[in-house]
T-cell receptor, first 116, second 113 residues
Framework: GAVVSQHPSRVICKSGTSVKIECRSL??????MFWYRQFPKQSLMLMAT?????????EQGVEKDKFLINHASLTLSTLTVTSAHPEDSSFYIC????????????FGPGTRLTVL | QKEVEQDPGPLSVPEGAIVSLNCTYS??????FMWYRQYSRKGPELLMY????GNKEDGRFTAQVDKSSKYISLFIRDSQPSDSATYLC?????????????FGAGTRLTVKP
Protein backbone atom coordinates (compact mmCIF):
# COMPACT_ATOMS: atom_id res chain seq x y z
CA GLY A 1 0.00 0.00 0.00
CA ALA A 2 0.90 3.66 -0.24
CA VAL A 3 2.97 5.26 2.50
CA VAL A 4 2.13 8.37 4.47
CA SER A 5 4.61 9.79 6.94
CA GLN A 6 4.26 12.31 9.72
CA HIS A 7 6.84 14.39 11.49
CA PRO A 8 7.47 14.70 14.33
CA SER A 9 6.14 11.50 15.90
CA ARG A 10 6.08 13.10 19.31
CA VAL A 11 6.35 16.68 20.52
CA ILE A 12 6.23 18.28 23.94
CA CYS A 13 5.84 22.03 24.13
CA LYS A 14 5.05 24.77 26.58
CA SER A 15 1.66 26.39 26.74
CA GLY A 16 1.40 29.36 24.39
CA THR A 17 3.85 28.10 21.79
CA SER A 18 3.02 26.98 18.25
CA VAL A 19 3.70 23.53 16.89
CA LYS A 20 3.90 22.46 13.25
CA ILE A 21 3.15 18.89 12.16
CA GLU A 22 4.02 17.68 8.68
CA CYS A 23 2.19 15.03 6.67
CA ARG A 24 3.78 13.63 3.54
CA SER A 25 2.64 11.13 0.93
CA LEU A 26 5.87 9.36 0.06
CA UNK A 27 5.09 7.45 -3.10
CA UNK A 28 2.02 9.11 -4.54
CA UNK A 29 0.52 12.52 -5.12
CA UNK A 30 -2.41 13.35 -2.90
CA UNK A 31 -4.79 16.08 -3.95
CA UNK A 32 -6.74 15.55 -0.74
CA MET A 33 -5.41 15.04 2.76
CA PHE A 34 -7.31 14.82 6.03
CA TRP A 35 -6.39 15.79 9.57
CA TYR A 36 -7.84 13.90 12.52
CA ARG A 37 -7.54 14.17 16.26
CA GLN A 38 -7.82 11.18 18.54
CA PHE A 39 -8.24 11.43 22.30
CA PRO A 40 -7.60 8.36 24.47
CA LYS A 41 -10.34 5.75 24.14
CA GLN A 42 -12.23 7.99 21.75
CA SER A 43 -12.95 8.04 18.02
CA LEU A 44 -10.84 9.65 15.38
CA MET A 45 -12.47 13.02 14.88
CA LEU A 46 -12.08 14.67 11.50
CA MET A 47 -10.76 18.19 11.95
CA ALA A 48 -10.38 19.37 8.40
CA THR A 49 -10.03 18.38 4.77
CA UNK A 50 -7.02 19.80 3.02
CA UNK A 51 -7.02 20.28 -0.74
CA UNK A 52 -3.85 21.13 -2.61
CA UNK A 53 -3.76 24.76 -3.66
CA UNK A 54 -6.91 25.82 -1.87
CA UNK A 55 -8.13 26.62 1.62
CA UNK A 56 -8.87 23.79 3.98
CA UNK A 57 -12.43 22.89 4.87
CA UNK A 58 -12.87 22.72 8.62
CA GLU A 59 -15.39 20.62 10.51
CA GLN A 60 -17.89 22.31 12.74
CA GLY A 61 -16.38 23.32 16.06
CA VAL A 62 -12.78 23.33 14.83
CA GLU A 63 -11.15 26.77 15.07
CA LYS A 64 -9.46 27.50 11.77
CA ASP A 65 -7.38 30.30 13.28
CA LYS A 66 -6.02 27.93 15.89
CA PHE A 67 -5.38 24.96 13.62
CA LEU A 68 -3.73 26.34 10.50
CA ILE A 69 -3.55 23.96 7.57
CA ASN A 70 -1.39 24.47 4.52
CA HIS A 71 -1.42 22.05 1.60
CA ALA A 72 1.27 23.65 -0.51
CA SER A 73 2.15 20.69 -2.69
CA LEU A 74 0.70 17.39 -3.81
CA THR A 75 2.82 15.52 -1.29
CA LEU A 76 2.84 17.77 1.76
CA SER A 77 0.25 19.16 4.14
CA THR A 78 1.08 20.89 7.41
CA LEU A 79 -0.99 21.45 10.53
CA THR A 80 0.11 24.23 12.85
CA VAL A 81 -1.38 24.34 16.32
CA THR A 82 -1.08 27.99 17.30
CA SER A 83 -0.83 29.15 20.92
CA ALA A 84 -1.17 25.58 22.13
CA HIS A 85 -2.83 24.86 25.47
CA PRO A 86 -2.92 21.69 27.56
CA GLU A 87 -6.37 20.82 26.24
CA ASP A 88 -4.83 20.60 22.75
CA SER A 89 -2.78 17.63 23.91
CA SER A 90 -3.87 14.74 21.72
CA PHE A 91 -2.86 12.30 19.00
CA TYR A 92 -3.01 13.99 15.60
CA ILE A 93 -3.27 11.74 12.55
CA CYS A 94 -3.26 12.70 8.90
CA UNK A 95 -4.41 10.65 5.98
CA UNK A 96 -4.10 11.04 2.25
CA UNK A 97 -6.15 9.74 -0.64
CA UNK A 98 -4.25 7.73 -3.20
CA UNK A 99 -5.92 8.41 -6.55
CA UNK A 100 -4.35 5.32 -8.10
CA UNK A 101 -7.18 2.79 -7.98
CA UNK A 102 -10.03 3.72 -5.70
CA UNK A 103 -8.98 6.78 -3.71
CA UNK A 104 -8.24 4.67 -0.66
CA UNK A 105 -7.22 6.66 2.39
CA UNK A 106 -3.85 5.85 3.87
CA PHE A 107 -3.10 7.03 7.36
CA GLY A 108 0.09 8.41 8.77
CA PRO A 109 1.56 7.03 12.00
CA GLY A 110 0.30 9.97 14.03
CA THR A 111 1.90 12.69 16.14
CA ARG A 112 1.56 12.72 19.90
CA LEU A 113 1.32 16.32 21.11
CA THR A 114 1.73 17.09 24.79
CA VAL A 115 1.30 20.69 25.91
CA LEU A 116 2.63 21.44 29.35
CA GLN B 1 -26.42 9.83 20.97
CA LYS B 2 -23.14 9.28 19.14
CA GLU B 3 -23.38 8.52 15.44
CA VAL B 4 -21.23 5.41 15.88
CA GLU B 5 -21.03 3.37 19.06
CA GLN B 6 -18.30 0.84 19.69
CA ASP B 7 -17.41 -0.88 22.93
CA PRO B 8 -13.81 0.15 23.70
CA GLY B 9 -13.08 -3.07 25.57
CA PRO B 10 -10.42 -4.09 26.35
CA LEU B 11 -11.07 -7.57 25.04
CA SER B 12 -8.68 -10.40 25.87
CA VAL B 13 -8.94 -13.84 24.27
CA PRO B 14 -6.73 -16.94 24.06
CA GLU B 15 -4.96 -17.78 20.83
CA GLY B 16 -7.22 -19.66 18.44
CA ALA B 17 -10.45 -18.13 19.75
CA ILE B 18 -13.10 -16.59 17.54
CA VAL B 19 -13.34 -12.85 18.13
CA SER B 20 -16.48 -10.82 17.54
CA LEU B 21 -16.25 -7.04 17.31
CA ASN B 22 -19.33 -4.88 16.86
CA CYS B 23 -20.56 -1.39 16.16
CA THR B 24 -23.95 0.23 16.05
CA TYR B 25 -24.84 3.43 14.30
CA SER B 26 -27.70 5.86 14.06
CA UNK B 27 -27.34 7.50 10.62
CA UNK B 28 -29.36 5.52 8.10
CA UNK B 29 -27.55 7.29 5.26
CA UNK B 30 -24.38 5.30 5.88
CA UNK B 31 -23.79 2.89 3.01
CA UNK B 32 -20.11 2.02 3.24
CA PHE B 33 -18.75 0.21 6.25
CA MET B 34 -15.09 -0.22 7.04
CA TRP B 35 -12.92 -1.92 9.62
CA TYR B 36 -9.49 -0.54 10.41
CA ARG B 37 -6.73 -2.07 12.50
CA GLN B 38 -4.49 0.22 14.50
CA TYR B 39 -1.36 -1.02 16.18
CA SER B 40 0.05 0.91 19.11
CA ARG B 41 1.57 4.25 18.08
CA LYS B 42 0.64 3.67 14.44
CA GLY B 43 -2.01 5.04 12.13
CA PRO B 44 -5.05 2.94 11.20
CA GLU B 45 -4.85 0.58 8.24
CA LEU B 46 -7.86 -0.57 6.25
CA LEU B 47 -8.76 -4.20 6.85
CA MET B 48 -12.04 -4.59 5.02
CA TYR B 49 -14.89 -2.61 3.62
CA UNK B 50 -18.39 -3.60 2.63
CA UNK B 51 -21.17 -1.85 0.82
CA UNK B 52 -24.74 -1.98 2.14
CA UNK B 53 -25.93 -5.14 3.89
CA GLY B 54 -24.36 -8.55 3.64
CA ASN B 55 -21.22 -10.49 4.43
CA LYS B 56 -17.68 -10.28 3.15
CA GLU B 57 -14.94 -12.74 3.89
CA ASP B 58 -11.17 -12.30 3.57
CA GLY B 59 -9.08 -15.09 5.00
CA ARG B 60 -9.69 -15.29 8.74
CA PHE B 61 -11.76 -12.11 8.73
CA THR B 62 -15.49 -11.81 8.05
CA ALA B 63 -17.38 -8.52 8.00
CA GLN B 64 -21.14 -8.45 8.40
CA VAL B 65 -23.52 -5.57 7.91
CA ASP B 66 -27.17 -5.52 8.98
CA LYS B 67 -28.57 -2.20 7.86
CA SER B 68 -32.04 -2.95 9.20
CA SER B 69 -30.59 -3.15 12.71
CA LYS B 70 -27.86 -0.58 12.06
CA TYR B 71 -25.34 -3.10 13.31
CA ILE B 72 -22.02 -4.23 11.89
CA SER B 73 -19.63 -6.93 13.00
CA LEU B 74 -16.13 -8.15 12.37
CA PHE B 75 -15.29 -11.77 13.12
CA ILE B 76 -11.75 -13.02 13.44
CA ARG B 77 -11.31 -16.79 13.27
CA ASP B 78 -8.33 -18.65 14.71
CA SER B 79 -7.09 -15.45 16.34
CA GLN B 80 -3.33 -14.96 16.59
CA PRO B 81 -1.19 -12.86 18.95
CA SER B 82 -0.34 -10.72 15.92
CA ASP B 83 -4.02 -9.74 15.76
CA SER B 84 -3.55 -7.83 19.02
CA ALA B 85 -4.42 -4.24 18.12
CA THR B 86 -7.22 -1.72 18.32
CA TYR B 87 -9.98 -2.28 15.77
CA LEU B 88 -11.98 0.71 14.60
CA CYS B 89 -15.19 0.59 12.66
CA UNK B 90 -15.93 3.41 10.28
CA UNK B 91 -18.75 4.29 7.96
CA UNK B 92 -19.69 6.83 5.34
CA UNK B 93 -22.62 7.70 3.15
CA UNK B 94 -21.23 8.15 -0.35
CA UNK B 95 -18.03 6.28 -1.03
CA UNK B 96 -15.76 4.42 1.30
CA UNK B 97 -13.56 7.45 1.51
CA UNK B 98 -16.10 10.18 1.75
CA UNK B 99 -15.43 13.19 3.88
CA UNK B 100 -18.38 12.32 6.10
CA UNK B 101 -16.68 9.16 7.34
CA UNK B 102 -17.27 8.57 11.05
CA PHE B 103 -15.24 6.30 13.27
CA GLY B 104 -16.08 4.23 16.30
CA ALA B 105 -13.96 4.65 19.42
CA GLY B 106 -12.09 1.42 18.70
CA THR B 107 -11.96 -1.89 20.57
CA ARG B 108 -8.61 -2.89 22.02
CA LEU B 109 -8.01 -6.59 21.46
CA THR B 110 -5.32 -8.73 23.06
CA VAL B 111 -4.79 -12.31 21.88
CA LYS B 112 -2.79 -14.25 24.43
CA PRO B 113 -0.49 -17.09 23.30
Amino acid sequence: GAVVSQHPSRVICKSGTSVKIECRSLDFQATTMFWYRQFPKQSLMLMATSNEGSKATYEQGVEKDKFLINHASLTLSTLTVTSAHPEDSSFYICSARDPRGGDEQFFGPGTRLTVL
Amino acid sequence: QKEVEQDPGPLSVPEGAIVSLNCTYSNSAFQYFMWYRQYSRKGPELLMYTYSSGNKEDGRFTAQVDKSSKYISLFIRDSQPSDSATYLCAMSSDTYNNNDMRFGAGTRLTVKP
